[in-house]
């Protein structure tokens, strides 16, 4: 019998998977929500900082941030490495808004 045959330990998997994706989908449009709602408020300070003639990017903060985050993903048994990339990522394209602000782009 192959593997998709339907079969009681078959059905339970598809029903389980169903659940499951169910959830991920959930939390993806929950992360899809934070992400717009931190967008919104970096949008904020890209104009605070383009009217104070400030510079788009702060290491020293975002230094914070990563060595924050890392021990939040340590202890929640996420990879500390991924969590980095995946701010860095965010703050990259937050800089590169605040850097178009800065020149006069909306
Ligand atoms: C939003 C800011 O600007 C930049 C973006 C950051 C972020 O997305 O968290 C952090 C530091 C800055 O490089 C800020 O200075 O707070």
């Given at each position: 019998m192959s593997a998709d045959e339907s079969t009681p330990v078959h059905d339970d998997a598809v029903a389980?998977?169903?659940?499951?994706?169910?959830?991920?989908?959930?939390?993806?449009?929950?992360?899809?929500?934070?992400?717009?709602?931190r967008f919104k408020y970096t949008q904020r300070?890209?104009?605070?900082?383009?009217?104070?003639?400030?510079?788009?990017?702060?290491?020293?903060?975002?230094?914070?941030?990563?060595?924050?985050?890392?021990?939040?993903?340590?202890?929640?048994h996420l990879d500390p490495a991924f969590a980095e990339k995946f701010l860095n990522f965010i703050v990259a394209e937050v800089i590169h808004h605040h850097e178009r602000i800065a020149g006069g782009e909306r």
């Open positions: 389980e998977l169903a659940s499951i994706r169910q959830s991920i989908d959930n939390i993806d449009a929950a992360v899809i929500h934070m992400l717009a709602e300070v890209g104009y605070l900082k383009a009217g104070a003639g400030m510079p788009a990017a702060d290491p020293g903060r975002e230094q914070v941030q990563v060595a924050r985050l890392r021990q939040l993903a340590a202890e929640s």
